[in-house]
């Protein structure tokens, strides 16, 4: 019995869709969890002495680091050095609201969840040192 040309190729084509979903799939679910398991803690700016920080935050897909500056135990301004993202942009005001609140307790920006998450946690990350 001859195997047609079509049929290996048909199969090849196949192999690879599924391989591909399940990586996809994988890398949805590493993500999930990374985003699940961000805490965002507040940071005692009284303990935070003045001066200029960078941080940076990592969960695979959504990437953040900030630059954070720091004068008379307050946040003066916060800069988005990188922010990679997928339809996370909107988020990108979250450093507007954390400079107004002086706290990294606010709300994260509705529809980009996960970078307001990650941009939040590089914000701590600079001004914990981490």
Not at 28 to 57: C, H, M, P, Q
């Amino acid at each position: 019995m001859r195997i047609r040309p079509l049929y290996v190729v048909l199969g090849i084509i196949i192999v690879a869709l599924v391989a591909g979903g399940l990586w996809i799939w994988r890398t949805a679910v590493r993500f999930d969890a990374k985003i699940s398991a961000i805490e965002i803690n507040e940071v005692d700016l009284r303990a935070v002495a003045d001066g200029v920080y960078t941080g940076a935050a990592d969960a695979e897909v959504v990437r953040a680091e900030v630059r954070v500056t720091v004068d008379g135990q307050r946040i003066t301004s916060i800069e988005l050095l990188r922010h990679e993202c997928g339809r996370g942009r909107p988020a990108e005001v979250i450093t507007g609201h954390v400079v107004a609140a002086q706290s990294l307790k606010v709300d994260v920006v509705s529809g980009a969840t996960y970078s307001s998450k990650v941009i939040l946690k590089a914000i701590e990350n600079a001004l914990t040192g981490k």
